[in-house]
């Protein structure tokens, strides 16, 4: 049976392939040897040699996925991407201003998420706007060139996909070379694994799950490790990246089915090709439906060419009156979950790693035919 397409921006669709596996895992998780240990693993204990295995595979296959060089550590944290707006200043805002200097974050304003994230950081420390593309709507990205960076900053923030508006960076910016020795800081939640990352340009990227990775709540940490050790006296304990990484993600009791579920989606990407080929497959699907908007004369989308994103597709019908009939029509074609964020309205299609080609295929198929019976 063909299950729908689901276009959720996230929590997101998952692979029917690793739904299955959890499921036929849920009673008694077998080890690699297929032996069956009576117990499911949301019942085992954090600590125990069960899943302990599934921790160390997890976070092996997520570094080898994600290329992640070895003077950075991978955290599997909790709270989602919102948490990280405050857990990350807890942190890192003290990194160039020792002595009780004043702390300074820059941050670069590209859509809603990277908004909140500066709102957030201004309960911890002082934020500079270094760029702001607010003037037209979050439908551009600001030239790096342009960015008015601060000369202390502890760390540079950027949203790389800004799920909401659909702006994605296509390249990360090299602070050093616009005279910047700040960290640079990455949220990552709605691409990461979609793409390679240059980690040469990172100090720290930050996701939650329910995009690319797994179950909400799960978050994902990648931090260079000359980052770590310079929080606020303030910062809580279980959200001290230097506590985190130095107990295995295990200072507390960490979701371990989340980060189970996590690691049967990395078996999956590793099965896929790994991310070089995601990529080159959400190249693909993304290119199409650009191509099928570009090309219609009912459909538009309002972000700049060279910023567009490969995740999530904004899109309007030139006729507002009929988004209902779309979206009705839609389901119909077992197509869910298409309607745009309420604050940008119109339709948003996500197309995640767990989206194939033939569910942007079956997308674009209904939108030309509603274009030719009811456009
Ligand atoms: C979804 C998302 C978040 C929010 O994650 P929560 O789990 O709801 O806290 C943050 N940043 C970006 C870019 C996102 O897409």
Redesign the pocket.
């Known amino acids: 049976m063909q299950r729908p397409f689901n276009f959720s921006a996230?929590p997101a669709t998952i692979a029917p392939e690793v739904l299955a596996q959890a499921a036929d895992e849920m009673l008694d998780w077998p080890d690699a040897n297929g032996r069956r240990c009576g117990m499911g693993v949301m019942e085992m204990s954090h600590r125990g040699k069960e899943f302990q295995s599934i921790y160390v595979h997890t976070e092996a296959d997520l570094r080898e996925l994600l290329a992640v060089p070895k003077n950075f550590k991978i955290l599997f944290m909790q709270?989602?991407?919102?948490?990280e707006n405050a857990i990350v200043p807890l942190n890192l805002s003290a990194l160039a201003a020792p002595h009780g200097a004043t702390r300074i974050a820059d941050f670069v304003v590209s859509g809603s998420?990277s908004d909140k994230s500066q709102k957030e950081a201004r309960k911890y420390c002082q934020v500079n706007i270094a760029a702001s593309n607010a003037d037209d709507g979050h439908t551009s990205l600001p030239d790096p060139a342009t960015w008015h960076l601060s000369a202390n900053a502890s760390y540079v923030h950027l949203?790389t996909?800004?799920?909401i508006h659909g702006v994605e960076y296509p390249a990360l910016p090299d602070l050093k070379a616009l005279g910047s020795d700040a960290a640079l800081v990455i949220?990552f939640?709605?691409h990461v694994a979609s793409r390679t990352v240059d980690w040469s340009r990172v100090g720290l990227a930050f996701g939650?799950a329910?995009?690319n990775l797994g179950p909400?709540?799960l978050?994902l940490v990648v931090v260079r490790e000359d980052l770590l050790g310079h929080a606020l006296p303030i910062c809580p304990s279980a959200f001290n990246y230097e506590t985190v990484a130095n107990n295995q993600s295990m200072y507390n009791t960490p979701p371990t089915y989340s980060i189970y579920i996590a690691g049967l989606i990395f078996q999956w990407l590793k099965r896929q090709g790994g991310v070089a080929a995601m990529e080159a497959r959400n190249q693909a699907k993304a290119q199409l439906l650009y191509d099928t908007i570009d090309s219609s004369s009912l459909y538009f989308n309002k972000v700049h060419p060279n910023c567009r994103s490969r995740m999530n597709v904004p899109f309007f019908l030139r006729d507002e009156a009929r988004n209902d009939t779309f979206l009705e029509g839609a389901r119909a074609a077992n197509l869910l979950q298409l309607k745009g964020h309420k604050s940008v309205g119109g339709m948003r299609a996500s197309i995640y790693n767990a989206m194939p080609l033939a569910g942007v295929q079956a997308l674009v198929e209904y939108m030309r035919e509603f274009e030719r019976t009811q456009g």
């Open positions: 996230g709270g989602g991407g919102l948490a998420w949203c996909n800004e799920t949220d939640s709605s939650g329910q995009k909400a709540g978050t």
